[in-house]
Structure formats: structure tokens, C-alpha cells
């Protein structure tokens, strides 16, 4: 699937008002100012994801997994590197981040706040699109 110009611009502005919402929710959760890039748009089928995100992620990563479905479907993807998911942690916990793999504790919060703000996002795509969007239950990979 290829989209146009205005296309891309109108979901670009879909997602800026759903990351402003979700970094709105994360602030509240943390405590902390939250502020969040510019979102890039682009489409990929899920098996050549890996190729895609390769230019921006350079090592290994935690992920909240989000299947949404209704009028608007697909896959939403909350991506963190392991440091910025261990700061996620230490700030809503206020437990150290462990220096290797996430523990249990740690994926029960990224779960959670993935949950949170994915919902966060999506949910203001079906505000803003005027249609009913559901949600699968989110799993950390």
C-alpha cells in the first residue's frame, strides 16, 4: 500500500495528536515532562518490519505488541530500546534498571504502560476518525 502526499501528511497529523495525547498520559503516570519527536509515517507488512526499523534501531529492544481492529485495523507497535525501557521503569517504580534483560516486574510495567499508551493513540485515531476501534489484549516481545 502506497500513500499520497496529502495522505501521508493527514496521518502524520492523526499520529502527532495521538503521540500528544499518549506523552499526555505518560506525564501523568511519571510525573515528568514528556516530550516526543515529530512522528515518521511510513507502511510496512509486518515480515519486512525488521528491514524498515534497522535504520533507526541499532540493537536489541522491548516492544508492546497492540492488534486493533474495526473500519481502521492493523498492528500498533510501542518500541523502546532496553535503556529507555529501564528508565520507563525507574521512573514509575523507582527501582534501579537492571544493566541486562527486563525482568518480570520490568514487563508487567512495560505491558501496562504500553497498554496505556497505545490506547492513548489509537483511541484518538477513532475520535478523530469518528469510528469504533478494538482492542486485543497488548504482550511484551
Do not use: W, Y
Amino acid at each position: 500500500m502506497n500513500l499520497s502526499a496529502p495522505q501521508q501528511d493527514a496521518l502524520k497529523e492523526l499520529l502527532n495528536i495521538g503521540f500528544g495525547r499518549a506523552a499526555s498520559s505518560l506525564s501523568q503516570l511519571t510525573g515528568h515532562r514528556v516530550l516526543l519527536d515529530v512522528p515518521a509515517v511510513s507502511i510496512h507488512p509486518i515480515a519486512e518490519l525488521r528491514g524498515a526499523l534497522g535504520t533507526v534501531i541499532q540493537e536489541d529492544v522491548a516492544s508492546v505488541h497492540q492488534i486493533f481492529s474495526g473500519p481502521v485495523a492493523g498492528d500498533a507497535l510501542l518500541i523502546l530500546d532496553h535503556g529507555g525501557a529501564g528508565v520507563l521503569k525507574q521512573l514509575l517504580t523507582d527501582e534501579q534498571p537492571l544493566p541486562l534483560q527486563i525482568d518480570a516486574s520490568g514487563r508487567e510495567v512495560l505491558t501496562e504502560v504500553g497498554n496505556i499508551l497505545l490506547n492513548a493513540c489509537l483511541g484518538t485515531f477513532g475520535n478523530l476518525l469518528d469510528v469504533q476501534v478494538s482492542f486485543s489484549i497488548p504482550h511484551l516481545s
